[in-house]
């Protein structure tokens, strides 16, 4: 298992000055190395910066990390922990933590406003104090409106692209609009969402669409079929606070279903609870991607959990069917398979993992979809 305790030592030890804390600018850039002036530099896209030498360097970035324009950037671009950590090493002459995620503060070390240093085996953070005057001539109140604005217009982009995988920019603005009293023009959605492209967010440009980072690699083809698959199916929009869960890319319904399955799992093949809870999410994961039943069941095989009987693999075989019509899918625009048949007036035959609401024809003597190795007669198609 991982240490991630060690794993953040090891990166507070590369990131910080080591040696005793000091609180001015003008004394703590002729400490950094050129590489890391060089860093900030390019983070505020400092003019000219890869012709200059460390000295020349040290001069220009003062002026340059200082300016109104360049602190509002740097406030706005954070997140809300990020920003949450900045006010409270603000408040303070420095802050010492060795527990904090290196990602608290990093955006902040990259934009030169804040500083680490590591002294007797302490972390200490400090913002300058040259930082500290420019930042009091900032209108905070504008500040903090304008970044809780902006960071509410992103959870409504974050939750489409996580809940459907692709959207439209006018879908968001219909969501956002029908969800609250002050609305939002699509130059004001543009804007934000292009100015958060300066730092890696759940979603990405590809054309006219918000889409998630799963398609950003190699994965155009699932891109484009998912396009396909969507078309003139109706959308499942939740009211405000559940539609705002998804913008938390790690969460998901705990459906009944999931509930069931969790249970059978835990009293028949697992009594590890924290490691069933993993395999749930995993399954739901799986299920969500529309995985087929054989890549659930790898789930349990690289654990190392086996079924004791035909009894038990047909009993997980038809919770794990449950789970899938209960599951929400990019390919039916957020809805569940059984929500979307009801809505469609389709059969009530449930669907298994794999196989989609797109009709695929399929040779009775081709392997199943399903993934159960088994013939499509033998398995799915057998009268």
Known sequence: MIDITNLYQERHRQLAIQRSVKSKLEDILPLLSKGRLTEIASSIELSGRSKMNKAELVAELPRNILREYQLDFTLLLSTEEEFRFFQEVLSQPYVQNNDISPGTYVHFLNYGILYTFFNKDKLYFVIP????AALNK???DAVHWTRS???LVLQYVSAAVNLYGV???E??????NGQNEQHLSMLDLEEVTDYHLNRMQDYIRVDDFFVSQYFEDDNQDEFRELLRSIQNKPRYIPNKEQFLKYSDDLYFEM???LLQLRLFILNQLCKDAELVDHIIDDIQLACSMEEPLQAIVNELERRNIVFDNMDQVKR???LVTEVYNHTRLWSNCGYMPAEMRALTGGSANRMVPGQRNTAV??????PCTCGSGKKYKKCCGAV
């Open 129 to 132: 104090e040259e930082v500290k």
């Open 138 to 140: 900032l209108d905070w």
């Open 149 to 151: 604005w902006e960071q």
């Open 167 to 169: 959207c439209t920019p």
């Open 171 to 176: 879908l968001v603005l219909d969501i956002y």
């Open 255 to 257: 459906t009944p279903q």
């Open 316 to 318: 997980f075989t038809d």
């Open 361 to 366: 024809k399929v040779g009775r003597n081709d």
